[in-house]
């Protein structure tokens, strides 16, 4: 039986993603700030958590992450840049899901293929932004995309089939972001959930590194 760990398994995707896994078979473990107090800007609770784990895990993915921070949601102007968002989603958006990739390579196997997926969103792309805006929540994707790219340069260096990908899972009919998505279309979280599935069944480690969306089109960094 395959197994899968889901971070973020309290919220509406990485619920969604825990169940429709669940309902294929797999044998999954989740971890959440609402269940398990996990913090992901927070390492030391991070080790705490995942220390107790056992490998191997098949798929592991990481469904954390904020559009609005404290009651700070995305600035429209350079007027309303502050400091100290732009480190708290840095910390949130960015750091988090690079830290439990830290802490949970350990956990891969190495004689055959795995995933590990962070949600990312298409608002982090450079070459596809046209409307600004968004300044911290956009450089905090921006950022997680670059961790990951990074990263997994590193991880296929001891896990040759493994892919390490980031993962736009379109809008979705989450509470995340509901105010700025207005009337925009939105998917559910099980419909995401089994577009982001299909994704990663379908990743090959000639691919790790990349930036995707629910469809498995490759977004411009």
Same mark, same amino acid.
């Given at each position: 039986?395959?197994?899968?760990? $889901?971070? !973020?398994?309290?919220?509406?995707?990485? =619920?969604?993603?825990?169940?429709?896994?669940?309902? %294929?078979?797999?044998?999954?473990?989740?971890?959440? %700030?609402?269940?398990? !107090?996990?913090?992901?800007?927070?390492?030391?609770?991070?080790?705490?958590?995942?220390?107790?784990?056992?490998?191997?895990?098949?798929? *592991?993915?990481?469904?954390?992450?904020?559009?609005?921070?404290?009651?700070?949601?995305?600035?429209?102007?350079?007027?309303?840049?502050?400091? /100290? $968002?732009?480190?708290?989603? *840095? =910390?949130? @958006?960015?750091?988090?899901?690079?830290?439990?990739?830290?802490?949970?390579?350990?956990?891969?196997?190495?004689?055959?293929?795995?995933?590990?997926?962070?949600?990312?969103?298409? +608002? /982090?792309?450079?070459?596809?932004?046209?409307?600004?805006?968004?300044?911290?929540?956009?450089?905090?994707?921006?950022?997680? @995309?670059?961790? #990951?790219?990074?990263?997994?340069?590193?991880?296929?260096?001891?896990?040759?089939?493994?892919? +390490?990908?980031?993962?736009?899972?379109?809008?979705?009919?989450?509470? #995340? /972001?509901?105010?700025? %998505?207005?009337?925009?279309?939105?998917?559910?979280?099980?419909?995401?959930?089994?577009?982001? @599935?299909?994704?990663?069944?379908?990743?090959?480690?000639?691919?790790?590194?990349? #930036?995707?969306?629910?469809?498995?089109?490759?977004?411009?960094?």
């Amino acid at each position: 039986m395959k197994r899968a760990l $889901v971070i !973020g398994a309290s919220g509406g995707i990485g =619920a969604a993603l825990a169940a429709d896994l669940s309902a %294929r078979g797999w044998n999954v473990t989740g971890l959440s %700030r609402r269940d398990d !107090g996990l913090d992901v800007t927070d390492e030391a609770g991070i080790v705490r958590l995942l220390q107790p784990l056992a490998a191997p895990f098949d798929r *592991i993915v990481v469904a954390t992450g904020a559009l609005e921070i404290d009651g700070a949601g995305p600035e429209k102007t350079l007027k309303a840049i502050d400091p /100290g $968002v732009f480190a708290a989603q *840095i =910390a949130l @958006n960015a750091l988090g899901p690079v830290l439990i990739l830290k802490h949970t390579l350990r956990l891969l196997p190495r004689d055959r293929p795995a995933q590990f997926a962070a949600l990312s969103a298409r +608002v /982090g792309s450079i070459g596809d932004n046209r409307l600004g805006g968004w300044y911290s929540y956009r450089a905090a994707k921006a950022a997680l @995309n670059q961790l #990951f790219h990074t990263a997994a340069i590193e991880v296929a260096r001891t896990h040759p089939q493994a892919t +390490v990908a980031v993962l736009h899972p379109g809008t979705v009919a989450t509470d #995340f /972001g509901v105010v700025q %998505r207005g009337k925009h279309p939105a998917v559910s979280p099980q419909e995401a959930a089994m577009n982001l @599935n299909r994704v990663m069944d379908g990743l090959t480690p000639a691919q790790t590194g990349g #930036f995707f969306d629910y469809a498995g089109q490759e977004i411009a960094w």
